[in-house]
Structures are given as C-alpha cells and as structure tokens.
C-alpha cells in the first residue's frame, strides 16, 4: 500500500493526550512497534492482554487500537467484542494483528468491526502506512461530524429566522389589512360628514328666518284677538289649542333645534377633521384641533352611563406650533390612546363603583424647540408588570374578544414611531392609573404658528 506523504497522518497538530494502545502478550511484538510508531512521532501505550487493555482503554480513550488475535485469557476477538459492546470505547478503531496466512482470523476480524488488519512478521512500512490511513480516516470522521454539528446548528438557526421573518410578515400584514380598514372606514365617515353638510346647513340658515316669522306671526295674531274677539269660533279654537302656550313655547323650540343643529355641526367637522384621509404625506397640523375632534367622536362613551359618572376630561394645553405631521394617523392614536383610557376607567368603576370618579387628563407642552409632548393620563386600573411587557404586541389584549383586537397600540407605536420618528411610552401603576406620553420632533416648517 502506498500512502502518499502528504497525506499522511501529521501527529504534531494533535493534543498530547492521543496515542494509540497496543495490545500483545509477545512483548518483542509490543516493542517493535512500539519503536516503529515512535519514529513517526506517535505516543503509544501497551497492554498485555485483553482485560488491561479494556480497562486502560474505558480510563482515557486511545485514537487507535493494535489488537493481537492470539493471548492469553479473553482473545483478541472477545476483546474487541466487548470494547464494541460498550458505548463508550465502541468508536476507537481497532486494527487486528494476525499471522500472514490466517485468512480465517482476517475476516472474523473485520466481521467483528475491525477496521483494518496487519500480517505478522510485521513490515515495518505497512504497519505505519496501514496506521496513518486509519489516523488518516478518523481526522476526516472527526471534521465531517464537526461539520455535521455546524450544519445543524445553522439550520436551526435558519429555522429561527424563518420563524422571526414569518412573525414581522404577519404582524405587517395584520397592520396592513387594519389600515385598509381604516382608510376605508375613514373615506366613509368623510362620505356621511359632506353628506349631511348640505341638509345641515339647510336646518342652520332656515332657523333665523322662522324665528322671524314666529315672531310676526304671533304679533298679527295678537292683533286679531285684540280686534276681533267677538268671533266665537276664533276665541274657541286659540283657547283649546292653548294659544298663550305655544307663543311663548315656539321660539324656545326654535332655539333649542338650532343648538342641536349647531351640535350635529361641529361632530360632522370633527368627523371630517378626524378621517382626515391622508396618505403618508404630511402637512403642517394643529394637534389641539385632532385632541378636540377625537374627544367630540368619543362624547358618547364619556357621557354619563346608567349609575356611572361622567368621565371628567380635564385639558392643560399649552401653546403648541403646527407639526409637520400624517393628522389623520396621529388622531388615529389620539383615538386608541383615549379609548384605552376609557376602557381602563370602566373597569375600575366595575370594581370600585360609586366612591370612583374616573378622570381623562390631556396635557400637552412644548419642552424645547425641537419637539412637543402629549400627556393622555387616567386613573384607570393601570397595568401589571406582566402585562406591561407586552402591551405593543399585535394581536396582544385584556380585553373579551368583542371589545379588545389588541392591534391600538402596535399601530399607535407605529404611526409614532416609524412614521414620524417620535416616541410613544408610558408609565403604569396598578390600580393607580396610567399615561401614555406621545413625543413628537418639530422640522423646521413648525417654527413660525402657535397654536
Ligand atoms: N390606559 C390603559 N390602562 C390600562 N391598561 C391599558 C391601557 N392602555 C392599554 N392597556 C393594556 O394594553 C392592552 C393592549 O392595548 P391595545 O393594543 O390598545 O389593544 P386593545 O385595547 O384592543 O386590548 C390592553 O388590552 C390593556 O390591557
Ligand atoms: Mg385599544
């Protein structure tokens, strides 16, 4: 056999613990090779029989073994037997040594799982090239199953990826589909709040008018009973219909209907000013006037309910200049902010009752040039830690199925946070309450009008 040089098997580069046991009663047979292996730098260790060998072998595992056929006590054969039967030494190869015309033994050998045979009298350029193929061969087991590790080890890593990937793929996809809604939620309402500015604005500019004519009509009909109250049918008909009634009673109708109508007017601006459908550019807006809109929007559900009190909104704002901004989007989160704090109040009052009175405080301010800041607190029942970690999580709620999607704030840290390159944070206690502060850059453009 002829073993290219470089291909052999260099045992400089190995630790010094390696080293290859030999195993034979003939103790000339262990010294030659003893010698033979020494020339090319390999560390040996000797055994003369199969029950040391076992155990030399179990207390520090060779990276090869010789194996005699014929000793004394358990045989070669029943010696390798046993170092496969055990897990520990079953991997160390093992390299018969047998008389050259053994043929028998030669293949009971290898059926038994030697790796390889060497022929007595023993030549000494066969026993080496025969023990660097098999040094040769483990270097290569050994750098196939690192790679075998390194392999598996990337493609759990790839599987993570995969995972995380999938995970940001849903959750924009979630956030997507919620905009859509959104936008198209917001076209409508923009719809129905042009729609009914006409017949509004009809109701508004006709008010003044009939006032008028009640007025008028009334002074000619008091001209009539003046003049004419000897027409009995007449004096009948304005008695049952209880005339000194509804002359006082009219104009006050008139008044009261044209409070409401001025009411459905400022929800009809403020739905329009709040579905805003703005695409991602971005104008200069005044954020009082989103605050503003969004609490009109959300008067239903901070009116006084059954035996729950009136949710007191208290407002502190400060002068603020126009920020350059998607206003749509930021009352957006004006809109899940508040709600939130809305549903945290409810809560609370579902525990606490009558002794609690539920408080939405805005603040907002402008700290410095470069950025305002918009405080939305309440004394609702606040958040554990536990919940605390997870609250920007899409899809993450408290809340029963019907109330909760879990998606306002992820979309609120979004439209803050990637869209305009602010901050959204907050601070909760446990049933103390909670804020949530809204940090907002200012560009250049917001340095001339306060609001
Ligand atoms: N002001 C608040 N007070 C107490 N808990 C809050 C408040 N705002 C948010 N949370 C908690 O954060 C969770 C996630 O909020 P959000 O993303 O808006 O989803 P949703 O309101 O649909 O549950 C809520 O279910 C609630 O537990
Ligand atoms: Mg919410």
Redesign the pocket.
């Known amino acids: 056999m002829i073993i290219a040089q470089e291909n052999s098997y260099k045992p400089n580069v190995n630790p010094p613990t390696e080293f290859i046991l030999i195993v034979d009663d003939n103790t000339t047979n262990l010294s030659i090779l003893k010698e033979a292996l020494k020339t090319i730098g390999l560390r040996v260790r000797l055994a003369v029989d199969g029950e040391s060998a076992i155990k030399q072998a179990k207390q520090e595992l060779p990276m090869l073994i010789l194996l005699d056929v014929e000793m004394p006590g358990i045989n070669g054969f029943e010696t390798c037997t046993l170092l496969k039967a055990d897990p520990l030494t079953q991997d160390i190869p093992i390299i018969f040594m047998t008389a050259l015309s053994d043929t028998a033994n030669k293949v009971k050998g290898l059926s038994l799982g030697a790796v390889d045979y060497i022929t007595k009298p023993f030549e000494k350029e066969e026993v080496l090239a025969r023990v660097n193929v098999q040094l040769k061969v483990r270097e290569l087991n050994k750098s196939l199953a690192e790679k075998n590790t390194r392999l598996l080890e990337l493609t759990e890593d790839l599987e993570q990826k995969v995972a995380e990937r999938t995970a940001a793929l849903q959750k924009a996809q979630i956030q997507l589909v919620q905009q859509e809604k959104l936008s198209m939620l917001g076209q409508l309402v923009a719809g129905v709040a042009h729609e009914i500015n006409n017949p509004i604005g009809c109701i508004t500019s006709n008010i003044a008018p009939a006032q008028e004519y009640v007025k008028s009509l009334s002074t000619a009909l008091k001209l009539y009973q003046k003049y004419c109250p000897e027409v009995p049918e007449i004096q009948q008909e304005l008695e049952e219909i209880d005339i000194e009634f509804v002359l006082e009673d009219l104009p006050k109708l008139l008044d009261s209907m044209q409070l409401s109508t001025q009411r459905i007017k400022d929800i009809s601006i403020s739905l329009r000013n709040f579905s805003r459908l703005d695409t991602d550019t971005k104008v200069l807006a005044n954020l009082h006037l989103g605050l503003d809109s969004t609490l009109v929007i959300l008067r239903h559900r901070l009116k006084a309910i059954s035996n729950r009190p009136e949710i007191k909104i208290i407002q502190e704002y400060s002068k603020l200049p126009e920020v350059k901004c998607s206003p749509g989007q930021i009352n957006q989160v004006f809109m899940?902010l508040i709600?939130?704090?809305i549903?945290?109040l409810e809560e609370k009052f579902e525990i606490l009752g009558n002794q609690f009175q539920p408080i939405i405080k805005i603040i907002t301010e402008q700290p410095d040039k470069k950025r305002i800041v918009i405080r939305i607190i309440?004394n609702?029942?606040?958040?554990s830690e536990e919940?605390k970690q997870q609250?920007f999580q899409p899809l993450?709620?408290?809340?029963p199925v019907s109330?909760?999607?879990?998606?306002?704030?992820?979309i609120a840290q979004q439209i803050i946070v990637d869209k305009h390159g602010g901050q959204l944070s907050f601070n909760?206690v446990p049933k103390q309450g909670?804020e949530?502060i809204i940090e907002l850059p200012l560009g250049e453009e917001s340095l001339v009008n306060s609001h």
Not at 380 to 383: F, H, L
Not at 396 to 399: A, V
Request: charged share 20%.
């Open positions: 899940n709600a939130n704090s549903d945290a309440d609702g029942k606040g958040m919940i609250i993450f709620t408290t809340k109330k909760g999607t879990g998606l306002g704030l992820s909760s909670t949530f």
